[in-house]
């Protein structure tokens, strides 16, 4: 079974705020993704990591930071945060031959 | 780029019945997956397809995968109330035809509402 957590799972916060959504998984997985998703819609990716030091843009624009100083760990952070910026974030992370992506619980963003 | 089509987007249907969702994607690719999201959770993996012809079951859920025709479809045999969910099929492109590595390309997912 995947073990892979993210924290706060619930996130209600004023315009403005600077706020990191953390992830990290113990399978010891070196790629590691954010997706996004809003009510009752598909997943786009935000963002990708192949191991530490890697980070990448993925097809859907976002003004959000990632960064992968540790392998178990990946945080996503916006340097302030707008009412568009709601949403859900998901954290996922996939290793081996067919790189089969494990989805932690997600954090439903809301920003007021 | 690559785009994925799953229909139908919404169906509910009558416990005991047998359906097929279908899942269409534009470019060439490696793998294709299917998920199972249940309101307000995260994904849980269901199917990893790898090849043409692949064909895999679990339970009252079938998966298979044609790349030649660029589809795949997620059979369902004599529904229970249980397999309520929003199912996702994705899509990683071949490493040749661009996209974001590994990352997973979703269709927008369909709605299955199953009723006693």
């Known amino acids: 079974e995947a073990d892979i957590y993210q924290t706060p799972r619930y996130l209600v916060i004023g315009t403005g705020k600077k706020i990191t959504l953390e992830c990290s998984q113990t399978?010891?997985?070196?790629?590691m993704y954010w997706y996004q998703q809003d009510p009752g819609m598909e997943l786009h990716l935000i963002h990708y990591?192949?191991?530490?030091?890697?980070?990448e843009k993925g097809d859907l624009s976002s003004e959000s930071t990632v960064s992968r100083i540790r392998t178990e760990h990946f945080p996503l952070t916006l340097e302030s945060a707008r009412p568009s910026h709601t949403s859900q974030y998901l954290c996922?992370?996939?290793?081996?031959?067919?790189?089969?992506?494990?989805f932690g619980p997600g954090t439903r963003l809301t920003v007021l | 780029e690559l785009k994925v089509e799953q229909n139908p987007l919404f169906l509910s249907m009558q416990e005991g019945k047998n359906y097929t969702i279908y899942c269409n994607y534009s470019?060439?690719?490696?793998?294709l997956y299917w998920y199972r999201q249940d309101p307000g959770k995260s994904l849980e993996s269901l199917f990893v397809?790898?090849?043409?012809?692949a064909v895999k079951q679990e339970g009252r859920l079938m998966a298979s995968l044609d790349t030649k025709a660029r589809l795949s479809t997620l059979h369902i045999t004599a529904a229970v109330h249980d397999l309520s969910a929003t199912y996702f099929c994705?899509?990683?492109?071949?490493?040749?035809?661009?996209?974001?590595?590994?990352?997973?390309?979703f269709g927008k997912g369909t709605h299955l509402i199953i009723q006693p």
């Open positions: 470019t060439t690719s490696d793998r």
């Open positions: 994705a899509v990683v492109p071949s490493p040749y035809s661009g996209g974001g590595a590994d990352g997973l390309t």
């Open positions: 399978m010891g997985h070196d790629k």
């Open positions: 990591s192949y191991g530490v030091n890697s980070t």
């Open positions: 397809l790898l090849s043409n012809g």
């Open positions: 996922a992370s996939s290793a081996g031959r067919y790189n089969e992506q494990f």
